[in-house]
């Protein structure tokens, strides 16, 4: 007849005294509690591995932390583990990696990985500020926060501080980059879904305004402005190329030597530099030559067309044309990237077909078949349009002094 085992009382248990060695305590069904000389008691599950056949012992904790009622429980879940050719301890260790795996997956973490990709689709500038706006305004409270474990309320926990400032484009910004970490959490399997999807709706929109820009009766007054103003022939001549080429304000600062083609008068803007990753070719007027003209005495030896003060290796910073137009009285009616918008609604005012101008202002045709195509077909085009365009500009200098006309026509100041 089979030895039956007593199941232990909570008295027992409690009341166990220590030996000079160690000994179990047999509960059945595996489950015994090991009481050992120094005084400690340790639950333990004894089995047979349901592969090898041989003997093994599972710790399911220290009592009295784990109860009896605990340890029977701990030891019926490993028993039907076992009727599924499941070995417990394997299972409990391969849960508990998951387990510090997941909590080692911080958001800071996963955005780092997400940022390596995304930093390939924008320039160094744009990549530069969308990591600064996440460690200034998201990593300090949510940086080490498991990813699995981040919810819609801390997010907008967050984020309400500068809702409160009234800096809703900020917010609007941080919400989307924290959801691309999320989707790429998502995609990567390291969650199973996107718990930010809809914290947009948690804050007001944010007013859409343009950004400021002259009317193009009022150009002249820019380039006046120009030639009085205060500030470095460097920066003068960055404004001028940027209004005279219709880049942005990243690529007219960025520009190198080796990117121009003198001979054919053209410039070639690597995919790198672009907003959109794209290759961009700009035709050049004799006005924007003249531009590099002026600036080779300064920069020829140089990297970069336009050179930084504090750093001559490195290009003059993007904002650079931002702060002189600020000073030069144009705060709130104009900014770099307006300079754009003039050029285009005085061509798209003039007759200029609105593909050729939307194609010299690097705005990419969603249809990449067309997109290819008209690069080609509307090259020559553009550079009669951007001709016309600098000779507009010319006549919005009439009276001032422009350095775009180059050195040995320069016009004199009335």
Request: proline share 6%; charged share 25%.
């Amino acid at each position: 007849m089979a030895n039956v085992t007593t199941p232990l009382t909570n008295t027992e248990v409690k009341q166990s005294k220590p030996k000079d060695k160690e000994y179990n305590l047999a509960d059945g069904g595996g489950l015994a509690l090991r009481v050992k000389p120094i005084g400690s008691k340790l639950w333990l599950f004894n089995y047979t591995h349901p592969q090898t056949r041989k003997r093994a012992n599972i710790s399911l904790g220290v009592y009295p932390a784990v109860s009896l009622a605990a340890a029977r429980k701990l030891a019926g879940e490993y028993r039907e583990l076992l009727t599924q050719k499941i070995d417990p301890k394997s299972q409990r260790d391969a849960s508990a990696l998951a387990e510090q795996e997941a909590h080692s997956r911080t958001l800071k973490h996963v955005a780092e990985q997400w940022f390596d990709v995304k930093k390939t689709t924008v320039t160094p500038n744009y990549s530069e500020d969308i990591w600064r706006s996440l460690e200034l305004h998201i990593f300090p409270k949510l940086g080490k926060k498991p990813i699995h474990n981040l919810t819609a309320p801390d997010a907008i926990h967050t984020l309400k501080p500068l809702a409160a400032k009234g800096s809703l484009e900020t917010v609007k910004r941080l919400g989307q980059r924290l959801n691309e970490i999320m989707t790429y959490a998502v995609n990567t399997g390291q969650i199973a879904a996107n718990p930010l999807a809809g914290i947009k709706s948690a804050f007001q929109a944010p007013e859409k305004n343009n950004l400021p820009a002259l009317m193009p009766d009022e150009l002249p007054e820019l380039m006046r402005a120009l030639t009085i103003g205060s500030i470095k022939i460097t920066t003068r001549c960055l404004i001028e190329w940027q209004l005279h080429t219709m880049v942005r304000p990243s690529e007219a600062a960025g520009t190198c030597w080796n990117e121009i083609d003198f001979n054919k008068a053209l410039w070639f803007i690597p995919a790198e530099r672009m907003k959109k990753k794209r290759p961009h070719t700009v035709p050049l007027s004799q006005q924007a030559i003249a531009l590099l003209e002026t600036m080779r005495p300064i920069s020829g030896h140089r990297e970069h067309v336009f050179p930084a003060d504090r750093n001559p290796k490195s290009h003059i910073h993007q904002q650079t044309a931002n702060m002189a137009l600020k000073r030069m009285g144009f705060g709130g009616r104009l900014v770099a990237h307006g300079m754009r918008s003039v050029a285009s609604t005085t061509l798209n005012e003039k007759g200029f077909d609105a593909d050729v101008i939307e194609a010299a202002l690097a705005h990419v045709d969603s249809n990449e078949v067309r997109a290819a195509y008209n690069r080609a077909e509307y090259l020559q085009r553009r550079t009669k349009m951007m001709e016309w365009w600098s000779s507009h500009i010319d006549q919005a200098a009439s009276g001032n002094m422009s350095l775009a006309a180059g050195t040995k026509t320069l016009r004199k100041v009335n």
